[in-house]
């Protein structure tokens, strides 16, 4: 089993009763709902108002995928939860960071950029598979239409991702790296543009398929080996070799 969780603030459902009507569960909450109808993933889920944000040392050593989504709170989130996220997935943990989680303090810490860009809200998004060989892509369209989203348009000050799977073409003209992978350590990420919480967006069935695309393949291979600490040579190779 692939043991997820699904973090969001949850503070746009339970302060703006349009957001609420949208995703009256929480956009955790909606996530989880299709998660949990996979046969090999378990999930469950956690809020920024939840003690350590509920993403507690525990919860995170028995996390192989973590799901973030963020937007009212980016500064407001624990430095020390951000370095244990950090700490989580250079040791293996996979992480599929949604939308405006690029600029959360997780994310500028793995990335080590501004992770700014520009934005205009309500824009029809044609999102363009450009990485179709890639897992995250199995049996996702060439592209599907958003009526209306987000824009985020570059330049996105991000490092040179490991692949571009997804490009955002807006109405306004506009074009953005919609869907980035990385490696950090021993962790995979997938950065996610689609989300924005005024609009239906995780209910498209094709938005669905690529999070559970990601899930499966972020999911760590192995969490035992960890981050190798500086270790001082006593014997070298070549010493051990001798004496045989």
Request: charged residues 25%.
């Amino acid at each position: 089993m692939i043991r997820v969780t699904v973090w969001n603030e949850y503070i746009h459902e339970q302060e703006q009763e349009e957001i609420r009507r949208i995703y009256p569960e929480g956009i955790h909450g909606c996530i989880a709902g299709f998660l949990k109808k996979e046969d090999d993933i378990e999930v469950r889920t956690a809020t920024f108002q939840e003690p350590e944000h509920g993403l507690t040392e525990e919860v995170l050593q028995n996390t192989d995928v973590l799901i973030y989504w963020s937007h009212m709170r980016q500064e407001e989130f624990s430095d020390e939860v951000a370095k244990r996220i950090q700490r989580h997935v250079l040791n293996g943990m996979g992480l599929i960071a949604l939308h405006s989680a690029h600029y959360s303090k997780m994310m500028r810490l793995l990335m080590g950029t501004g992770m700014t860009l520009r934005w205009k809200h309500d824009e029809r998004e044609r999102l363009i598979c450009t990485a179709p060989y890639h897992p995250i892509a199995e049996g996702v369209p060439s592209h599907i239409d958003l009526p209306r989203e987000e824009m985020y348009g570059e330049y996105f000050d991000i490092p040179k991702p490991d692949d571009v799977v997804f490009t955002g073409w807006f109405s306004c003209g506009e074009v953005f790296r919609s869907g980035c992978t990385f490696t950090r350590g021993l962790g995979k990420i997938f950065y996610f543009q689609p989300g924005h919480e005024e609009y239906p967006i995780y209910d498209n069935s094709v938005i669905q398929k690529i999070i559970i695309n990601a899930v499966r393949w972020c999911r760590p291979v192995s969490r035992k080996m960890g981050q190798p600490d500086c270790t001082q040579v006593i014997t070298t190779l070549e010493e051990e070799y001798q004496k045989r």
